[in-house]
C-alpha cells in the first residue's frame, strides 16, 4: 500500500504535464493530407502534395500521425519530446551526425480533421523550410 501512495504524486504529475496521449480528440482511420511546402523567400515552391494515410491509435500515442510527409532528409529522423495537450499535439526532431538538422511541430486536431506546421532546418545546408499538413477523415483504414 505504501507503494501505491508514494506513486499517486507521479502519475498526478504526469497527466497534468499532458503526457496522457489517448486524451487527443482526432479519430482512427484512412485521412487526406494536403501538404504544403514553403521557403523562405520564394513563392510558389510546389504544388500541394496529397497523401493517403491510415492513422491507428498507436500512430497517435506516438505521434507518428503527424510526422514528415514531405520528401526531404529530416523524414528519417527521430522524434523526441511527443506531448499531446488538450487537442494540440506537439514535437520536435532531431537528426544525429555532423550536420544535424532539427524541426518543431504543432498539430491542432478535432474529431475528423487536423492541421498544424513543422518548420524545419536542414542543418548543415543552413536552409529552413516549413510543412503545412491540413488532414480530414475519408473512411475507416483498409
Known amino acids: 500500500m505504501r507503494l501505491s501512495i508514494s506513486l499517486f504524486p507521479v502519475l498526478v504529475a504526469l497527466a497534468a504535464s499532458g ?35 491510415c492513422i491507428a491509435q498507436a500512430d497517435l500515442e506516438s505521434g507518428q500521425a503527424f510526422f514528415i510527409l514531405s520528401d526531404n532528409p529530416l523524414k528519417v529522423c527521430d522524434l523526441l519530446d511527443y506531448e499531446v495537450t488538450g487537442d494540440r499535439a506537439a514535437y520536435r526532431v532531431a537528426c544525429a551526425g555532423p550536420n544535424r538538422g532539427s524541426a ?19 542543418g548543415g545546408k543552413n536552409m ?11 473512411g475507416e483504414c483498409p
Do not use: C, H, W
Not at 106 to 120: E, L, Q
Not at 128 to 138: C, I, L, N
Open 19 to 53: 503526457r496522457v496521449f489517448a486524451d487527443l480528440p482526432l479519430a482512427t482511420g484512412q485521412y487526406e493530407i494536403e501538404v504544403r511546402i514553403s521557403l523562405p523567400n520564394v513563392q510558389d515552391v510546389a504544388t500541394p502534395l496529397l497523401f493517403s494515410k
Open 104 to 122: 518543431v511541430a504543432a498539430f491542432d486536431t478535432k474529431a475528423t480533421t487536423y492541421r498544424g506546421t513543422i518548420k524545419m532546418n536542414m
Open 128 to 138: 529552413t523550410m516549413s510543412e503545412t499538413q491540413v488532414a480530414r477523415k475519408t
